[in-house]
């Protein structure tokens, strides 16, 4: 009997141990969204024409103007979707883009792009919000990978295109 209690005693401490140094994970996964404000953006080339509010960025030239940030997520994060802020009052189609793109960011054609959506135009809410829906497979945020958010503006009026900036919702 005596040697029974000394055994739970024991197997006690090592539930409390582990529970303790992190081995025993009693969380719950928890939705999290991370804002990336249009002031986190920096230019993907050096001869756009644009003009970065720090609430708003513009494209002031006659070409597509690319951005892009690096996002911080907690390691094992799981993304489930990517929302843009953006004013478009353009009549244009697919003015202001968002996309989720693993390792370097660069000029890149569609098919290397994770997940993404664009703005849809001839709306006067500022700014307004538009999401993918849940990604799938789901993008998992380790040490071994980098990801980035990237934003293209194409030409338009100045007063009728700008992109606020973007919202990453995860699962940690």
């Known amino acids: 009997m ?26 719950a996964a928890v939705v999290r969204v991370k804002m990336y404000d249009a002031s986190t953006f920096y230019p993907i080339r050096d001869d756009m024409a644009f003009m970065n509010y720090g609430n708003a960025i513009v494209n002031k030239g006659g070409t597509d103007a690319w951005f892009v940030t ?4 907690p390691n094992g994060a799981s993304v489930k979707k990517i929302k843009l802020w953006a004013y478009d009052n353009y009549a244009g189609v697919d003015d202001i883009c968002l996309w989720i793109v693993w390792t370097k960011p660069r000029l890149a054609e569609a098919a290397d792009m994770n997940a993404g959506l664009c703005s849809t ?10 999401s993918t829906t849940e990604i799938s497979p789901r993008l998992i945020a380790n040490k071994n990978n980098t990801y980035h958010l990237v934003v293209r503006i194409k ?13 990453i919702v995860y699962v940690r």
Do not use: C, Q
């Not at 135009?121 to 538009?130: E, I, L």
């Open 70 to 73: 690096k996002v911080e997520l």
């Open 155 to 167: 030409p338009g009026s100045v007063t009728d295109l700008e992109f606020w900036g973007a919202d």
């Open 121 to 130: 135009g001839n709306d006067t809410t500022k700014p307004r919000v538009f």
């Open 2 to 27: 005596e040697s029974r209690k000394k055994l739970y005693i024991i197997v006690l401490i090592i539930l409390v141990l582990a529970l303790f140094s992190g081995e025993i994970n009693t969380k």
